[in-house]
């Protein structure tokens, strides 16, 4: 393995150790079979090079040889799942390394490496998944597995990167105890740089911005400092890092010359452009993503067009809703054609300025189960928690709601059983596999409550299929899994229940193929006209048949959900903006002597009088260089009068993309 904690700790590459776990020497087969240990040998060469592939056939192979179950196969299983995992086979990946995970000898010193890295990869494919709870929780495995302090404070810090948005208090902790290590170590300046971007990771989303843009030189300096001589996408990373704390500590000229040296709307081929598909998420939802919440998101883009390795920055509102805003980039899709003359380097650490959608901005569904299952615990004299039991939650809390749950246990009333499970299964640090037992049982028992609303029993019902994978956002498993329950008792006979399941699906699924699903919520003639869940579907395909152009579909199907027609999306065209501004005196002057390009989306209203109201940025590349910019031009914007009898908005919810370019 490499030295340096960076690379073990996963940060830019997990680097997967082959491990020295002997293996016993077989019996020499035939000439023609090769010995276990020369499959071992193979393998494991394998492993180091570059043919995924070949290294999964040949821990097949190894492992096949082996009763399952015993020491050897375990061995060989965990190293096929590495394999799978290079592969980017994500849930084989999880479901192999777990299988080979229960079978290592818990007391076998030689099989710490393999046990460090199986969490590590773990902890990496939740991290990708966006399950923060679950990767921490891996992480910990690997860091009790470690068997020197390199690789220790590189699970630490691993861990710390995910607490910082779902326990902040948590990573504090942990980034002390791996400071306090390397403190006795003799760490190179990229591992101390490492550690000090986590710190200051923590110090953004905290609040804390003076300290963190006093951190931000240090980890750029640690790095080689600010120069074009020698570039990588840690040294972009930590620049823009130290952009946005000075950003926020409202130190301008210097966030803009770190933002400058990152490299970002800088290329001298190609631009990097607005995604084919780039839609923000909601305002509301699980997350209750407010219009003034803000966040930057890093991600990278594909040769395909699609994003990868997904994850929050920076987030005003917290963790919970940093990871919302990453969740909604991980569908977001970019013309292959209109990246190809871009060189991957600027596409694959790429970071946005983000904020929610007003337009067709809707409740959660789950707020709907939550509110049937809070309902429910009234009639039997209990309360369910409040919403912001995750907020409050976290590791502190952890122990005080398992030893609430035990006791509701010892008493053997299931609604004092479900309300506990339910308060427990919302801490955000709760790891995937006690939530997933958790949430089994709690399910099993809420079927068994006849008098349970089923609408609250899909509370625990949706979770419990759900759980079972992490690739549901790479096609139409979501779908899959939750089908089912269409036809399945009670829910296929409770209408609040069906359509909140068909909504559910919508959601997850590609919008392009949602159609069915929604159409079959408006025409459920037990559905009352104005139920909230048929004015959703409607809302979904009013802008579904915007997005293809249909303006008159979309205002016919907005019209019946019999809201007030102020979104211009869904009653006409959208009028063309004339700017009143838009010459040089537009174009940053920062930016202008930086060499910076980049794109904005703003949202805005448009008033009768065909004036902008309202106007905030959704999308901003590079993160807030263009974001001031672009709102005024559109403030100063002038659109065709639109005749309205109240005299109110002529047009709500508008979106429009202002491009800044360079001449020549």
């Known amino acids: 393995m490499t030295s340096t904690i960076f690379a073990r700790a996963g940060l830019v590459g997990l680097v997967v150790a082959t491990g020295t776990a002997a293996i016993a020497q077989q019996a020499t087969p035939p000439a023609a079979k090769p010995s276990a240990q020369q499959q071992y040998d193979a393998a494991t060469a394998l492993d180091q090079g570059t043919d995924a592939n070949a290294a999964l056939a040949a821990w097949t192979a190894f492992a096949a040889r082996f009763e399952p179950?015993?020491?050897?196969?375990?061995?060989?299983?965990?190293?096929?799942?590495?394999?799978?995992?290079?592969?980017?086979?994500?849930?084989?990946?999880?479901?192999?390394?777990?299988?080979?995970?229960?079978?290592?000898?818990?007391?076998?010193?030689?099989?710490?490496?393999?046990?460090?890295?199986?969490?590590?990869?773990?902890?990496?494919?939740?991290?990708?998944?966006?399950?923060?709870?679950?990767?921490?929780?891996?992480?910990?495995?690997?860091?009790?597995?470690?068997?020197?302090?390199?690789?220790?404070?590189?699970?630490?810090?691993?861990?710390?990167?995910?607490q910082v948005f779902t326990d902040p208090a948590a990573a504090q902790g942990a980034l002390d105890r791996a400071d306090a290590i390397a403190a006795r170590m003799n760490l190179g300046k990229t591992d101390q740089a490492a550690l000090a971007q986590a710190?200051?990771?923590?110090?953004?989303?905290?609040?804390?911005?003076?300290?963190?843009?006093?951190?931000?030189?240090?980890?750029?300096?640690?790095?080689?400092?600010?120069?074009?001589?020698?570039?990588?996408?840690?040294?972009?990373?930590?620049r823009s890092d130290a952009a946005i704390a000075?950003?926020?500590?409202?130190d301008a000229d210097t966030a803009r010359e770190y933002m400058a040296y990152t490299g970002a709307g800088r290329s001298t081929k190609g631009n990097f452009?607005?995604?084919?598909?780039?839609?923000?998420?909601?305002?509301?939802?699980?997350?209750?993503?407010?219009?003034?919440?803000?966040?930057?998101v890093q991600f990278g883009v594909g040769d395909d067009g699609t994003t990868f390795n997904v994850e929050p920055m920076y987030s005003s509102g917290g963790g919970q809703k940093a990871l919302a805003f990453a969740r909604a980039v991980r569908g977001w899709v970019w013309t292959p054609e209109d990246l190809k003359t871009l060189p991957p380097f600027f596409r694959y650490s790429v970071r946005l300025e983000m904020r929610c959608s007003t337009s067709f901005a809707r409740p959660s569904i789950w707020q709907d189960f939550d509110s049937a299952f809070g309902d429910w615990l009234k009639t039997k004299g209990m309360a369910r928690a409040g919403s912001d039991v995750g907020a409050r939650g976290g590791g502190a809390a952890l122990e005080t709601q398992r030893a609430a749950l035990k006791s509701a246990e010892s008493s053997g009333q299931a609604p004092a059983i479900l309300a506990a499970s339910d308060t427990l299964m919302r801490n955000p640090v709760l790891g995937a596999e006690e939530r997933q037992a958790l949430v089994a049982k709690a399910d099993a028992l809420a079927a068994a409550q006849s008098d349970m609303p089923a609408m609250a029993r899909l509370r625990f019902a949706i979770v419990t299929r759900t759980l079972q994978g992490r690739e549901f956002w790479r096609d139409r498993r979501y779908a899959t899994v939750v089908s089912p329950m269409l036809s399945e008792k009670p829910y296929v006979d409770d209408v609040q229940a069906r359509n909140a399941l068909r909504l559910i699906i919508a959601d997850a699924i590609p919008w392009k193929d949602s159609d069915p699903y929604l159409?079959?919520?408006?025409?459920?003639?037990?559905?009352?006209?104005?139920?909230?869940?048929?004015?959703?579907?409607?809302?979904?395909?009013?802008?579904?048949?915007?997005?293809?152009g249909n303006s008159e579909l979309a205002r016919q199907t907005f019209e019946k959900t019999g809201l007030a027609a102020s979104q211009c999306a869904t009653l006409d065209a959208q009028p063309k903006p004339v700017f009143?501004?838009?010459?040089?005196?537009?174009?940053?002057?920062?930016?202008l002597r930086w060499g910076f390009e980049g794109w904005v989306r703003n949202q805005y209203d448009i008033d009768a009088a065909g004036r902008a109201q309202n106007v905030r940025t959704l999308v901003s590349y590079p993160p807030f260089i263009f974001s001031t910019a672009s709102e005024k031009m559109m403030q100063g914007a002038r659109f065709d009068k639109s005749y309205r009898p109240d005299g109110g908005l002529g047009c709500g919810a508008s979106v429009t993309g202002v491009r800044f370019q360079l001449p020549g």
């Open 519 to 548: 159409q079959q919520v408006v025409d459920d003639a037990a559905l009352p006209a104005r139920d909230p869940l048929k004015v959703g579907a409607l809302i979904r395909l009013a802008s579904i048949a915007q997005r293809r």
């Open 273 to 296: 452009v607005a995604a084919n598909l780039m839609e923000p998420p909601a305002c509301g939802g699980d997350a209750d993503l407010k219009p003034d919440d803000v966040a930057v």
């Open 69 to 162: 179950g015993t020491r050897t196969w375990a061995i060989g299983t965990v190293r096929k799942g590495g394999a799978l995992y290079r592969l980017a086979r994500l849930d084989e990946a999880a479901k192999t390394i777990r299988t080979g995970l229960a079978a290592l000898p818990a007391t076998d010193a030689t099989l710490a490496e393999d046990r460090f890295n199986a969490h590590m990869m773990l902890g990496k494919i939740a991290a990708d998944s966006l399950d923060y709870a679950d990767a921490t929780a891996e992480y910990g495995k690997a860091e009790a597995a470690a068997t020197d302090d390199a690789t220790r404070v590189g699970a630490m810090l691993a861990g710390a990167r995910m």
């Open 246 to 250: 000075a950003l926020l500590a409202h």
């Open 580 to 591: 009143l501004n838009n010459g040089s005196s537009s174009f940053p002057q920062e930016a």
């Open 199 to 238: 710190r200051l990771r923590l110090l953004l989303n905290t609040g804390r911005f003076t300290e963190a843009n006093r951190m931000g030189p240090r980890v750029v300096n640690l790095l080689g400092g600010l120069t074009l001589n020698k570039v990588d996408l840690r040294d972009v990373a930590a």
